[in-house]
């Protein structure tokens, strides 16, 4: 675990998926202006169900094509009329009869899947629909949830950060996630294993008191076995499967019974070097037909994820007061320490063949 | 038409007049703070009734000069208490005797004319009244308007743009200027002139609606020719001279007949690279007694600008986002093409002699 | 005199004491962030009441330790629980059992005196307490005040630049701790002692007209002798001595009969090169039973104040606007001027040393 510094936040991974936006964001063919990477996009459904993204500025002044308006497939620019295409290219302009062939937009790889609009701001040659990360609970019925999004004045990587070290549940959670300080002083990782596109830890705590969010919707008060499998995955997506079955019963040794499970993902886009999409769903997988339990978990996410945004926003602050400021690790960083070096060296490969392709 | 980049909106042209108020902005001898071509002036009309410009700030130790006080011609610093004149030379120091002839603040040639006041921001020897356009509108009492004043966090070649190319009125303005869509399809400029100093446009609408801000005025449903002079001066000067004629009537061939005139003077004035003064008045020729038509104009013109403004200051923002974004000409962008040569040559010249002189 | 410019308001005097807090403002063992010198800090009164300064960002993540929780004199940070003594150290990392015996952040040396908190922002071995200003008056019960705190948006030094000429009075306080324009023509410095720790101002104005604040307290409306004794001290201190005697029996001369006295205490501490903390009382010695003097002076200081930053703060824009602007001097800025050239020397004789111990 070497010492990182706030420079390393800077950079970005382009060949990869990120999640652009949910589907509902793009409900009724609505132009979504949306930044990723730096990158000013619209966002919109055309009429036959296809995604479009396209650089945020009409080819010809510059205009904003999300204070246009769509037609079809199409976006139209309301200063001059210029028309686009969904792969960007201009096909009509109000006035004038011959359009230059070149004439458009920057147009991006998008996908819709189980819900999620995802993006490929790289080189679009290289945008296989067949890596974009499964996520199966959106998709199967037996799992209910409530998709939601929040924005983040941080760098997407200071919230990697934060889920890649579960100790701080008992801190900036005490009373909403966690549930008691002891879970920082008991529990330690009992695996993890440093994964090329990431990382996976899988932590049980034993015989504890349930945390708060669970409490609220099963309404008893019996301690529980609790085990977290969490995933991490290049560039900033995260897959968390929760287990909590009653204390002493086994669970360990595999009896699920009573047990109640949680699926949660929560993906990262950098938005820019310093503010962060943040689109996540926390699902459960018991008493499907009431939808309290959804809302309930909802409301009790973003009341732990706004603790974690005041943390995580704070020290975004601090880091722009000082981008010198070196950070100490401490043994609980492996996780966050071993993401960093894989993100760090797939962003160098890819500035690696950058260069080889223009020598 | 070469494509243009953001960049060549940061140099100003200086030995030239701009619009810097309305008189109605320095009534009661109040000290207006307003910012021309980046810097700070305080701009007042003395007791003798003589517009005056300074730098805003005291000579001594930078205090706004708005935040004092007139005394007569001249202006106090109410900080302690030096006062300037209003060719800004210091004048007293309260405490002291001696004042030494050099201290003084930069004073700027301004010229009151028809309501409108002028500053002059380049060499000072150079500024000739008679080279303050005349638009006679304003002191005409077969004309009314409502003069009125804008500020816009854009550009002021933004604007200058918006005005070269009426096709915009189609789409920015469908429902309150511009009337419908079919204008930018139908109509073409009938004669572009390429002057030395901007350009003239001109641009006939035959058998048309009328478009709402006219037919709220006179409450007429017929059909109108329409024809609009457009007049475009470097540095930023708008004047625009627009018939509604019954359509059909042969105003084309001369007979004015029925015909409803307007007379519009707009000013854009830098105040950063940024930002802009925008000053206006809309004027007509008919119903002179009644003040509401000014006041309807005036109203519709708001709504119009604000949709104006919407758009341009959403392309400040864009070209904010990547100073490098290189536009794309189309075949109506003739005059503003026009227009940036003619001022690019004229900054260009300016410098030259600039040069010369310091060589 | 000679002319100063905005850039050598950058540089900071670091070995010296600045006023950090009032204690009121630790009242409760409050974590209060407050920056300092463009260094962010946390500062805390512990349980044993002794004050704490450290750099507020924990030296794992950087995450605020003002957002963290004060445990007696320690303070945990509350994103991975990691404790630190008032020294700084690292005393508690939950979940792992060996500290790095370096980990810790910075601490500054702080004293509490007479309900200021001092700060040492240089070199902690040259922090002597017995170099902390003395102003025996907050500590005696002869004299009854209201301490209070403002926070400017402009560099410190441009605060003291005012105090230094009280010219400023008639001008900027006219109706409030001016009472007069006349002030200005009329009263001169009688005497200006240059020190080599700032500079000391004694200025009579008999016969006057009580000032605003003065009369609202006593409710009389006679002329008197006013007399203010200012000291100014390197970096930015200031205490004045106000004295105000029923004019015309020879409080020049030692007769005090009927005099009614004010001291008046001002530390401005660097925020940063463009803000400024504060820290204010504005004492009297009469009538000490009756709470309603001490608070009409307060309103009537922090009227005055206002009228001071609504000046102070204007200059501070015009200097941002154009840091090269070239300040002009007059007679009256001899004490600043002085006060400038000291504290350059002081700042300049720290860089040497600095230099030589890194040689």
Not at 33 to 55: F, H, N, W
Not at 72 to 77: A, E, P, S
Not at 94 to 110: A, E, F, T
């Amino acid at each position: 675990m070497g010492p990182e510094t706030y420079r390393e936040t800077q950079a970005f991974l382009k060949n990869c998926w990120y999640v652009a936006a949910w589907d509902y964001e793009l409900a009724g063919g609505k132009l979504l202006a949306r930044t990723i990477l730096e990158q000013p996009l619209v966002i919109y459904k055309g009429d036959s169900g296809r995604p479009v993204a396209l650089d945020n500025r009409c080819a010809h002044r510059g205009a904003k094509l999300s204070n246009g308006r769509r037609e079809g497939d199409c976006v139209r620019c309301m200063y001059h009329g210029l028309k686009f295409d969904a792969s960007g290219k201009c096909v009509q302009i109000p006035g004038q009869d011959n359009i230059p062939p070149k004439l458009g937009v920057k147009s991006y790889p998008v996908v819709e899947r189980d819900h999620l609009v995802w993006i490929w701001p790289g080189d679009p040659a290289l945008a296989d629909p067949a890596k974009i990360l499964d996520f199966p609970y959106l998709r199967d019925p037996s799992w209910r949830g409530k998709p939601d999004y929040m924005h983040y004045d941080a760098n997407y990587l200071l919230i990697v950060d934060n889920l890649s070290d579960f100790s701080h549940l008992a801190f900036v959670h005490t009373k909403t996630l966690g549930g008691s300080e002891e879970y920082a002083y008991k529990s330690k990782p009992t695996a993890i294993e440093r994964l090329d596109d990431g990382f996976r830890v899988e932590r049980w705590h034993m015989d504890a008191e349930a945390p708060p969010f669970h409490k609220k919707v099963v309404k008893e008060k019996n301690r529980v076995d609790r085990r977290n499998i969490a995933r991490m995955y290049v560039p900033g997506i995260f897959f968390m499967e929760t287990l909590f079955s009653p204390a002493g019963t086994g669970a360990k040794e595999g009896n699920l019974k009573g047990a109640k499970q949680y699926r949660n993902c929560q993906f990262f886009t950098p938005e820019t070097a310093r503010s962060t999409h943040f689109f996540w769903d926390y699902l459960h997988d018991y008493d499907l037909d009431n939808p309290a339990i959804a809302s309930s978990l909802n409301v009790s996410m973003i009341e732990g994820f706004n603790e974690d945004k005041f943390i995580i926003e704070g020290q975004q602050q601090v880091l722009d007061a000082d981008p010198d400021f070196k950070m100490n690790g401490i043994v609980a960083d492996a996780p966050l320490a071993h993401f960093r070096r894989v993100l760090a060296k797939r962003i160098e490969a890819e500035r690696q063949s950058l260069r080889s392709v223009a020598a």
